[in-house]
């Protein structure tokens, strides 16, 4: 399974990595969001799960992340957040899923 996200650029929000692979046995993944720039005031930012193509189900392949906020206090410069990951057992092809950063405040978004 492939989930794709933002990388981070200066004094944004963002993802460690533009995408992260996991197997299914695997049953999560931890996702890294880190901030870059001034770090002195604390930031928030919202995630959620996306669809991609070729298309993980929801709930059938992974947990959706609904509206999660983010805290980074004054000077914290990562965060992890788990994303459960379903293990069906059906053979298949690599399937794919969105990691979405919205509504930062304290920061800006990365591209």
């Known amino acids: 399974m492939l989930v794709t996200a933002a990388g981070a650029t200066a004094g944004s929000l963002g993802f460690t ?3 992260y692979q996991v197997m299914e046995e695997a049953l999560e993944i931890r996702v890294t969001i880190v901030r870059q720039g001034d770090l002195s005031p604390p930031a928030s930012v919202t ?4 669809p991609a193509t070729p298309l993980a ?3 059938d392949d992974y947990l959706a992340i609904e509206d999660q906020i983010v805290n980074f206090a004054a000077n914290e410069s990562e965060k992890s957040i788990l994303i459960s990951i379903v293990n069906d ?3 298949e092809f690599m399937e794919r899923f969105q990691l979405i950063l919205s509504n930062s405040t304290g920061d800006t978004l990365g591209a």
């Not at 995630?47 to 996306?50: A, I, P």
Request: without cysteine.
């Open 17 to 19: 990595l533009s995408s």
């Open 47 to 50: 995630v959620n799960t996306g």
């Open 57 to 59: 189900k929801k709930g």
């Open 89 to 91: 057992e059906l053979p």
